[in-house]
């Protein structure tokens, strides 16, 4: 089945360090996409990158995609204790509505 | 800027009893989806709805679970008789394209 997972599970880093958050699939996708999660709240999207696009910038954050290794990539630059939240990468099915989340990458932004 | 609202967004209620989360999506968007998250873990698909009927459902939306579009715009997710299990995050989503707007979720507590 499709899965989205994320590595590292952890990661801990400095105010101004990046962050970089990866993200492996299983199967065909439309779209990738990565979220947000600060603890007990809701899910916020950051960013969409289609199949057929490899790298998308949005201030901040840059998102490659490689379908060659069903692999993604979310980099966070000069961290702020801000961005401390869980990230997600989420797929889409080709032909499909399912979305399917991974276990996410909990970051920890220390000042 | 537009969002999705929830209600409530806190529940408590006892094994076996019905409950009825609430959402109101999106005005103009056409799909309406439900996860949850059980604490700790990732986000799971439950149901997506388009056009007034179920497009796709994950096998955790069993017979004890229902969707519905009462009106213009309430979307619900009914849980006919609750168990301990049932105790997560539950989020509804809308999209009119590809990315998915979350609600801040309701937080399902089953004793």
């Known amino acids: 089945s499709q899965q989205g997972e994320e590595d590292p599970q952890a990661l801990s880093i400095q105010e101004g360090e990046n962050a970089t958050m990866n993200c492996s699939y299983k199967t065909s996708i439309n779209n990738l996409q990565w979220y947000r999660q600060n603890s007990g709240r809701g899910l916020v999207h950051l960013i969409l990158i289609r199949s057929n696009e490899r790298e998308k910038h949005s201030g901040r954050l840059r998102v490659t995609l490689d379908t060659s290794k069903k692999s993604s990539s979310l980099l966070i630059t000069a961290s702020r204790a801000a961005d401390t939240a869980s990230y997600f990468c989420?797929?889409?099915?080709?032909?499909?509505?399912?979305?399917?989340f991974g276990a996410g990458t909990r970051l920890f932004v220390k000042a | 800027e537009p969002e999705v609202t929830q209600t409530p967004s806190h529940q408590v209620t006892q094994m076996g009893q019905e409950v009825i989360l609430r959402c109101v999506p999106i005005s103009n968007h056409l799909y309406f989806y439900w996860y949850r998250q059980i604490l700790g873990q990732k986000v799971e698909f439950l149901v997506s709805?388009?056009?007034?009927?179920?497009?796709?459902k994950s096998e955790i939306f069993d017979d004890q679970f229902s969707v519905e579009r009462p009106d213009g715009s309430n979307f619900t997710l009914k849980i006919r008789s609750t168990k301990l299990e049932d105790s997560a995050m539950y989020f509804c989503a809308s999209t009119t394209s590809e990315t998915q707007y979350f609600g801040p979720g309701t937080r399902l507590l089953v004793l």
């Open positions: 709805f388009y056009n007034n009927e179920i497009s796709e």
């Open positions: 989420a797929t889409r099915d080709t032909g499909g509505f399912k979305t399917i």
